[in-house]
């Protein structure tokens, strides 16, 4: 398995809703990474956990919230979003921090 | 002042063109890579390069350290090449950074 799964691959969530987004990967990686792309822009970096503590927080609001239960897995939980929040959110891992990268596909998020 | 600079920004061949993306980075770096984004989709790592060159079917890529500056090339482009390619450099132990990507439409 040389994957990084992503789910749901859509969402659409309302201001007042809690949800959640899904990262897993089987492939042994150590470091799992959340990023979120506005349209027609570089990825932005959010989080990075490695051996499954978290390492860097790029001051993301206190609305997003990671969690990785197991090194196979990276949930990003989500509450009272903004509709600027609407965008694709992707997740990679490596096997070790910034070393030999796989991206997922990505969880399209619209806000209303 | 981006520390990842790519050219060109946009991009459009004939089907059966050979294309070539630039891509030169201002910092010292451990590793580039080359990423490929379907519209609206997830992105794919194409290479991951210290040194040299890579060849991958029609893709090749190339680093010259020397001159912070990498190149990916398309043989015999396809339409379904028409992607954006981002390239995206880690300085040692440290996080990417991105370059702004370059929009590739492959016309048949």
């Known amino acids: 398995d040389t994957e990084v799964t992503q789910t749901p691959k859509h969402l659409v969530m309302g201001m007042t809703n809690k949800k959640s987004l899904k990262c897993e990967q089987h492939?042994?990686?150590?470091?799992m990474y959340w990023y979120k792309q506005k349209a027609k822009k570089p990825p932005e970096l959010m989080f990075v956990?490695?051996?499954?503590?978290?390492?860097i927080n790029e001051s993301v609001p206190s609305r997003f919230s990671p969690e990785c239960p197991n090194s196979s897995l990276l949930n990003l939980h989500l509450h009272a979003l903004q509709p600027e929040d609407s965008a694709l959110y992707l997740c990679?891992?490596?096997?070790?921090?910034?070393?030999?990268?796989?991206f997922g596909s990505g969880t399209r998020l619209t806000v209303v | 002042k981006n520390e990842v600079e790519q050219s060109p920004q946009n991009l459009t061949a004939q089907e059966g063109e050979f294309i070539t993306i630039n891509c030169s980075y201002s910092v010292g770096i451990s590793a580039l890579h080359w990423l490929q984004q379907h519209p609206g989709g997830g992105i794919v790592s194409l290479f991951m390069l210290s040194s040299g060159k890579k060849k991958h079917g029609r893709l090749i890529a190339t680093i010259n350290i020397q001159e912070k500056h990498s190149s990916l090339h398309i043989t015999a482009s396809h339409p379904r090449d028409s992607a954006v390619y981002i390239c995206a450099v880690i300085p040692t132990g440290n996080q990417f950074y991105f370059g702004t990507g370059t929009s590739l439409t492959v016309i048949p």
């Open positions: 956990y490695s051996y499954e503590k978290l390492s």
């Open positions: 990679a891992s490596s096997q070790v921090p910034w070393y030999g990268y796989t």
């Open positions: 492939m042994g990686h150590r470091a």
